[in-house]
Structure formats: C-alpha cells, structure tokens
C-alpha cells in the first residue's frame, strides 16, 4: 500500500491538519458549496425580513467498528522443510514474504493480496513432477481451505481496510460547485473492486490475482470524492429542510398583500431565477448526478456486508429525503408567485 495513506506516523499529523481545517470552515472560511447556500438564503431572509437560523447539527451514528466485523480465519502451517521444497514450483519466495516480520501483520488489502496470489502460485505445485506426493496432498488441502476462506479475507478487507472506512465518514468541506473533479477516477477505483469481486466469486484466481486492490485504494484516497458526496447530501438535505420549516411557517398575505404593489415581487423573481434555480439548484443537481454515478457501485460492492445499512443511510436516504426537500421548496415558491406575482 502506497505509504501517504497508510502510514501510521502520518495519522497524527493527518488529524491536526483535518481539525484545523474543521475550525477554518466553522469560523467562516469560503467553502463555496456552503458560501451559496449562505448567500442564498440571507437575500431571502433580508427580502422576507425573516431572520434564517441555522440548522441543527448532523447527527450520525457511528460505523459498525473494526472489531464487530472482524472475520476470525483460521491459520495454516508448511514446516522449513516443505517451504524448501516448494522451491520447486516458485511457491517459496511467495510463502517467505507471508512468514516474514512484515508478513505477519499485513493489513487487510496486503493480506487478501497474499491469499489471491497464493491461490494463483499453487495450482502448478499440484501436479509438479519434482513435488512430493505428500507435500502435493498437504498443499491442495491448504488451497482448499484458502478457497473456502477467501470469501472472508474479501469482508475483512471491505470493512476493515482504513482508506474505505474513510470515504464512509464525512468529509470536512462540501462538493465544491462546477466541478467533477475526482468522479471519474472514483468509478475506476470502484468498477475496479468490482471485478476482483468478480473474479473472486467465480474462483478466477489468474484474474483476481492480477488485479492489485491498493491501486484502487490510491484512487479512492487521492479523490475523496465518495467523503465529500456524503456530506454534500447530508448538508443540503438538512440545510433545505430547516429553511423549509421557516419559510413555511411566513404568511405570504402579510409579504404581499392581494390587491397591493410590492416591490418585493421584483426581488423575490430575481432570488429565484439568479439564485435559487440559476446557483442552488444547479448544484443540488451536480451533487445528484455524481450520487446517480457512484452510489449503485458502491451499494454492490457492499451489498449482503454489516456496512451495507450503514452505507445506505449516509448516501441513499439523503438523496432521497434531499429531493422531497426539493420539491417541498419548489411548492412554496409557486406559492410566492400566486401571492406576489410580477407586475
């Protein structure tokens, strides 16, 4: 695994720099999804004299943790004498490097990388004429077991390994506006993990071998697109909501009374047509299109895992709820318009 995401003496330093970023947002700094939103509904609230709260915090529950989906895989043994001897058929360097320092704590995605590879390297071993009978018959048996433990070796990695747990948690910032920075590369990443699933479902161990699921985590880690999407859901989702409550808590005849002219009516077309659908909606409708993208990949790559509900939650019942608060608001601004219509 590429060391700038998976070395341990960065995380401290990772997580200072992620909490001073966390207060620069909170203090004020230009977020410019979250800038929009603000500019958005101050001018509604100045227009409306209507003083728009903030939203209530986020609440998420955590993710089930490392140790709850841990899957325990029983180990297996070769002697000295018969790692020597499966010098023969190259299975050695491979088994080596499993009984090494390094080997014996291998993280989740260097581990299934382990498991594939050897059930790749053995099958030649079976029938290789310089191979005892006896290390022949201990060494089928051992492939196996892999095979009937791989499927595990995948779920821990899945929900295990660190840099996927991360594109689970919210990201500090929102998608930022006009860009798509990231998706294409995520998609790879994703489609990428879905053939080694793939490949390990239909026991193609030449394939899935050949396919290194750290590159994948390289992509996922470098574009952070799946952290940000979540919190872009969330945020607008929650955002839209609590300005849905105040605004439909305004009687609209006191705004413009029937039978009156009120400037009002010019500014508020102006806050929907340049603001809501010309900024807003553009962008809800950005974050929408890279949800349509990832999430179905996501949701496979997931599905029948302990993360599979969990996943759900922070990405699909956003989405969901995010379009009612949607078109929750679309009504209400049909409803300005009959009140306050354009001179």
């Known amino acids: 695994m590429a060391k700038f995401y998976s070395s341990n003496s960065q995380r401290p330093l990772i997580k200072v720099l992620n909490l001073l970023a966390a207060v620069f947002v909170l203090s004020g700094c230009s977020d410019p999804a979250l800038s929009l939103m603000d500019d958005y509904a101050k001018r509604l609230g100045r227009t409306l004299a209507l003083e728009l709260q903030d939203p209530a915090p986020l609440d998420l529950k955590p993710l089930p943790s490392i140790t709850a989906t841990r899957a325990d895989i029983a180990e297996t043994s070769i002697t000295l004498v018969e790692l020597v001897a499966s010098r023969a058929c190259g299975l050695d360097v ?43 018959q201990k060494l089928a048996a051992i492939a196996s077991d892999k095979t009937t433990q791989i499927d595990k070796h ?17 990201y500090r910032s929102l998608s930022e506006p006009n860009s798509v920075a990231g998706v294409a590369e995520t998609m790879q990443a994703l489609h990428s993990l879905l053939t080694l699933q793939k490949s390990i479902v239909e026991q193609n161990w030449q394939q899935a071998s050949s396919i290194n699921p750290e590159q994948a985590l390289e992509a996922l880690y470098k574009a952070n697109t799946l952290s940000q999407l979540q919190q872009s859901l969330r945020f607008s989702q929650n955002w839209l909501q609590s300005v849905n409550q105040q605004l439909e808590q305004l009687d ?38 890279t949800y349509q993208q990832l999430y179905p990949l996501l949701q496979q790559l997931y599905q029948g895992t302990a993360l599979e509900q969990p996943i759900s939650q922070r990405f699909e019942v956003p989405n969901t709820e995010l379009k009612a608060e949607l078109k929750r608001h679309v009504i209400w601004w049909k409803a300005v318009q009959q009140q306050c219509p354009k001179t």
């Open 154 to 170: 995948w779920q821990n990695f899945l929900q295990q390994d660190e840099t996927l747990r991360q594109q689970l948690h919210p």
């Open 252 to 289: 609209l005849k006191v705004v413009c009374p029937a039978g009156k002219h009120s400037d009002k009516a010019e500014i508020l077309n102006t806050i929907l047509l340049q603001y809501f659908i010309g900024k807003v909606q553009v962008y809800l409708a950005q974050v929408d299109g």
């Open 94 to 136: 491979l088994l080596g490097e499993r009984n090494s320092s390094l080997g014996k704590v291998m993280p989740p995605s260097q581990r299934l990388k382990y498991e594939l590879a050897f059930l790749k390297q053995v099958q030649p071993c079976l029938t290789h004429p310089d191979i005892a009978p006896d290390l022949q």
